[in-house]
């Protein structure tokens, strides 16, 4: 691997663990298959990290960090309906690789108390931005605002998580058009708002 610095290298590690995660999901994540991703040793990773479980918090976090800066970046010229569906509309239409990173997540925190508080934040982050996105939106005029906007959000995310993980199954319960389906459904009983345009 060509010198880098200490800062760029341990960037480098949390991308090739966000690039396990992505590809083998939680339970394949170890130093050594991070090495390899990396094409490095597994003494580079022991440097940087105190173990396995300080890497895969650390890089559920940058990969949440990571997740929203590029939905900021695709919503920043447009109009609050826009970015309210794009948010909504996310944990069904993102790849399957990362509905099932999400589901490896819960999985975690039910493991790993420390991994849980990282999960957590990145739930509470998500609730906060999806109660914003309804204020914005009703506030540009497209709706009266709900009396509580964050109890809305958690019913939204809650019931858009659960079915991302529905449609992530490989028993194939629900197929992702249905989750769409009851997703949509879900959203204009809560807000009148239509999550397809």
């Known amino acids: 691997m060509a010198y880098l610095s200490r800062a760029d290298r341990h960037a480098a590690i949390l991308q090739a663990a966000i690039a396990v995660m992505l590809r083998d999901g939680f339970a394949q994540l170890t130093t050594r298959a ?64 990362r509905m099932r990173l999400w589901v490896g997540a819960w999985n975690e925190a039910q493991r790993d108390a420390e991994f849980a508080l990282v999960y957590a934040a990145a739930l509470r ?45 490989p028993a194939g319960l629900l197929t992702p058009e249905a989750c769409r389906k009851l997703l949509a459904d879900a959203v204009r009983s809560e807000l009148g708002f239509e999550l397809a345009p």
């Open 125 to 169: 982050d998500s609730h906060r931005r999806l109660a914003e996105l309804i204020r914005t939106w009703a506030a540009a005029g497209e709706a009266a605002a709900p009396a509580d906007a964050g109890s809305v959000a958690w019913r939204l995310q809650a019931i858009g998580l659960g079915l991302a993980c529905i449609a992530a199954t």
């Open 34 to 97: 991070v090495a390899a991703e990396l094409g490095a040793a597994n003494g580079i990773i022991h440097h940087h990290f105190a173990s396995a479980r300080a890497l895969l918090r650390d890089a559920f976090a940058r990969f949440y960090a990571t997740e929203c800066a590029e939905f900021d970046r695709r919503c920043q010229d447009l109009p609050a309906a826009e970015a309210l569906r794009l948010f909504l509309a996310a944990p069904l239409t993102d790849t399957e690789k």
